[in-house]
């Protein structure tokens, strides 16, 4: 499952930081969008807590794309 915005972005450089507690992106703070940093955490450990996997990109010219994957239920995988 895949999202993708055409809002702020982030730069790439941010990937690994984006899912920390209260973290939020320099344009998301420059911009002044509201948000406490913690929807992506969230995010991060609910995937995680069912054995998926979880990734954001910095599209060129702006946005981003957030993915993530979880196994089916019932599958051997």
Known sequence: MSVRDYGP?????????????????????????????????????????NGGRIWAEAPEGGGALFAFAIPRLGSDE
């Open 9 to 49: 972005g982030f730069d790439a450089a941010e990937i690994p930081l984006l899912f920390e507690r209260f973290r939020r992106s320099e344009r998301a703070r420059a911009s002044n969008v509201p948000g406490m940093g913690l929807g992506l955490y969230l995010a991060k450990h609910l995937v995680e807590a």
